[in-house]
């Protein structure tokens, strides 16, 4: 038994400290694709290229007392030193000097997870110890003279594999600070479909191909071109024009926001013979927090035991918003609806009031309706 016990402590080190091929390896057989991911959240995931993770990893209790970097599981999963990094009160903290750390989460190792299991804190990706084997959706991979390709449709066709790190994400209370909640009844929406779809373009310089599988990832990061089909709006006004009604379909399997860092935004104004009235914004967000002096206030993350605030849109659902205004024929209404990285009120507290990419407003639709 002792040494099943030793021989289980081994390989759970070196499943956390496997080897994986570098980022600028894959970029010579797949251009195309390196510069599509080196530009995306995937490529900049570790505190050194994202300054709000860095922001709130700075404030957090883990980082003050180099406890560990527990956010290394999905932001830097082929660090050469990631067990160090996960274990706890050994003063291990993530090194802007180590290589495999700036990997982020890194093309080898996507291309190798072989499973998803299901964790009540988090998921954990189970990774192929087969260095040079990589999956892939592709009923007919074809080969390559510098690694293997297999078919493994029950992960990649649908983004099973995303779920490892996309699914959930529980704090040290036990209490579930995001999650990506999917419903299963959504029509021909999925991970890959909406934030991997197909561009033109061969997917390696070995491919006579026409397309590949976009490696850029869009979401809030990114450029929103692709996810505002899924976010449509609609204006209009009752009969006696004492009030119009924006409308947002959210056609989407999750949630409008998923990480209560964020906030959404729903901007409209009225403008009548070149006069623009500003209506109230709109505010949609998810506020988690805690019970302080018998009332729910909001918390850091790390400190949040409940939701305080949820008016986020559920997935595949309409919102309405109505707006009671005196309207005339000929009133152009204008309706914009976009988000924030950072909530507003947030941005003081961890020092991103001067982040050009914590304070800009994203837009993913916008409306004109004119009053008949």
Same mark, same amino acid.
């Given at each position: 038994?002792?040494?099943?016990?030793?021989?289980?402590?081994?390989?759970?080190?070196?499943?956390?400290?496997?080897?994986?091929?570098?980022?600028?390896?894959?970029?010579?057989?797949?251009?195309?694709?390196?510069?599509?991911?080196?530009?995306?959240?995937?490529?900049?995931?570790?505190?050194?290229?994202?300054?709000?993770?860095?922001?709130?990893?700075?404030?957090?209790?883990?980082?003050?007392?180099?406890?560990?970097?527990?956010?290394?599981?999905?932001?830097?999963?082929?660090?050469?030193?990631?067990?160090?990094?996960?274990?706890?009160?050994?003063?291990?903290?993530?090194?802007?000097?180590?290589?495999?750390?700036?990997?982020?989460?890194?093309?080898?190792?996507?291309?190798?997870?072989?499973?998803?299991?299901?964790?009540?804190?988090?998921?954990?990706?189970?990774?192929?110890?087969?260095?040079?084997?990589?999956?892939?959706?592709?009923?007919?991979?074809?080969?390559?003279?510098?690694?293997?390709?297999?078919?493994?449709?029950?992960?990649?066709?649908?983004?099973?594999?995303?779920?490892?790190?996309? $699914?959930?994400? #529980?704090? +040290? %209370?036990? !209490?579930? @600070?995001?999650?990506?909640?999917?419903?299963?009844? =959504? *029509?021909?929406?999925?991970?890959?479909?909406?934030?991997?779809?197909?561009?033109?373009?061969?997917?390696?310089?070995?491919?006579?191909?026409?397309?590949?599988?976009?490696?850029?990832?869009?979401?809030?990061?990114?450029?929103?071109?692709?996810?505002?089909?899924?976010?449509?709006?609609?204006? $209009?006004?009752? #009969?006696? +024009? %004492?009030? !119009?009604? @924006?409308?947002?379909?959210?056609?989407?399997?999750? =949630? *409008?926001?998923?990480?209560?860092?964020?906030?959404?935004?729903?901007?409209?104004?009225?403008?009548?013979?070149?006069?623009?009235?500003?209506?109230?914004?709109?505010?949609?967000?998810?506020?988690?927090?805690?019970?302080?002096?018998?009332?729910?206030?909001?918390?850091?993350?790390?400190?949040?035991?409940?939701?305080?605030?949820?008016?986020?849109?559920?997935?595949?659902?309409?919102?309405?918003?109505?707006? =009671?205004?005196?309207?005339?024929?000929?009133?152009?209404?204008?309706?914009?609806?976009?988000?924030?990285?950072?909530?507003?009120?947030?941005?003081?507290?961890?020092?991103?009031?001067?982040?050009?990419?914590?304070?800009?407003?994203?837009?993913?639709?916008?409306?004109?309706?004119?009053?008949?």
């Amino acid at each position: 038994m002792k040494k099943i016990l030793i021989l289980c402590a081994l390989s759970a080190f070196a499943m956390a400290n496997m080897h994986f091929e570098k980022n600028k390896k894959c970029s010579e057989c797949h251009p195309t694709i390196y510069s599509e991911y080196k530009t995306s959240q995937h490529g900049k995931a570790t505190i050194f290229k994202d300054p709000i993770h860095g922001a709130v990893y700075e404030k957090h209790p883990q980082y003050n007392k180099k406890e560990k970097y527990r956010c290394g599981h999905c932001h830097t999963p082929t660090a050469d030193n990631l067990s160090a990094l996960l274990k706890s009160n050994n003063g291990v903290t993530p090194d802007a000097d180590n290589e495999t750390q700036n990997e982020a989460v890194a093309c080898a190792y996507c291309h190798r997870i072989e499973d998803v299991k299901h964790g009540v804190a988090m998921n954990k990706n189970l990774v192929s110890l087969k260095e040079k084997v990589y999956f892939t959706s592709k009923s007919n991979p074809g080969t390559s003279p510098f690694h293997g390709i297999k078919t493994k449709k029950s992960i990649f066709k649908d983004g099973k594999m995303c779920i490892g790190c996309h $699914s959930h994400k #529980s704090n +040290k %209370k036990e !209490f579930q @600070v995001c999650a990506t909640d999917l419903n299963n009844n =959504a *029509s021909k929406k999925n991970c890959i479909e909406c934030h991997m779809h197909k561009v033109d373009g061969a997917p390696s310089t070995m491919s006579t191909g026409k397309t590949h599988t976009f490696h850029g990832f869009p979401g809030l990061h990114g450029d929103l071109t692709n996810l505002s089909q899924y976010v449509t709006m609609n204006i $209009s006004n009752t #009969s006696d +024009k %004492k009030m !119009f009604t @924006v409308l947002i379909n959210h056609d989407v399997p999750h =949630a *409008s926001l998923l990480h209560p860092l964020r906030s959404s935004k729903l901007v409209v104004t009225v403008t009548r013979n070149g006069s623009v009235t500003k209506m109230q914004d709109r505010i949609i967000a998810k506020t988690i927090g805690s019970i302080k002096d018998g009332k729910p206030v909001p918390t850091p993350p790390w400190l949040a035991t409940q939701i305080v605030k949820n008016t986020t849109i559920p997935a595949n659902t309409k919102k309405a918003f109505p707006y =009671a205004w005196d309207l005339k024929s000929g009133d152009v209404i204008t309706a914009i609806f976009g988000y924030y990285l950072v909530k507003p009120k947030a941005l003081k507290k961890f020092d991103l009031k001067e982040n050009k990419e914590a304070t800009k407003f994203r837009v993913i639709r916008k409306e004109t309706f004119t009053v008949k």
